[in-house]
């Protein structure tokens, strides 16, 4: 079992930074992928991006790509997502998730409880 705990968000203006915390307890951390997907007002829940358990491959969704940055620190048990460049277009609920390699939300098993950007224009 792993629980996710999602922070970082926040209000900020276009053009400004984010980077979102996800801790994550559990001894299977490590061996884990995990992802960041997104789900504004209306909309499906979308892949941002993802790492695989050793850090070493990442995939992000067109959309971000560029912008975004996901890393991990197994040692803490935490990824991260640092977000530059934000437009309005990214605001959403942004959640955390862990489970098998993939972009799909059904590729990953535990869910944190999401957190909202809001980009100002």
């Known amino acids: 079992q792993v629980q996710l705990v999602e922070s970082g968000g926040g209000l900020v203006q276009a053009g400004g930074s984010l980077r979102l915390s996800c801790a994550a307890s559990?001894?299977?951390?490590?061996?884990?992928?995990m992802g960041w997907f997104r789900q504004a007002p209306g909309k499906e829940r979308e892949f941002v991006a993802a790492i695989s358990w050793s850090g070493t491959l990442t995939y992000y969704a067109n959309s971000v790509k560029g912008r975004f940055t996901i890393s991990r620190d197994n040692a803490k048990n935490t990824v991260y997502l640092q977000m530059n460049s934000l437009k309005p277009e990214d605001t959403a609920v942004y959640y955390c998730?862990?489970?098998?390699?993939?972009?799909?939300?059904?590729?990953?098993?535990?869910w944190g409880q999401g957190t909202q950007v809001t980009v100002s224009s």
């Open positions: 559990g001894r299977t951390f490590s061996s884990l992928t």
């Open positions: 998730a862990a489970g098998a390699w993939g972009s799909l939300p059904s590729d990953y098993a535990y």
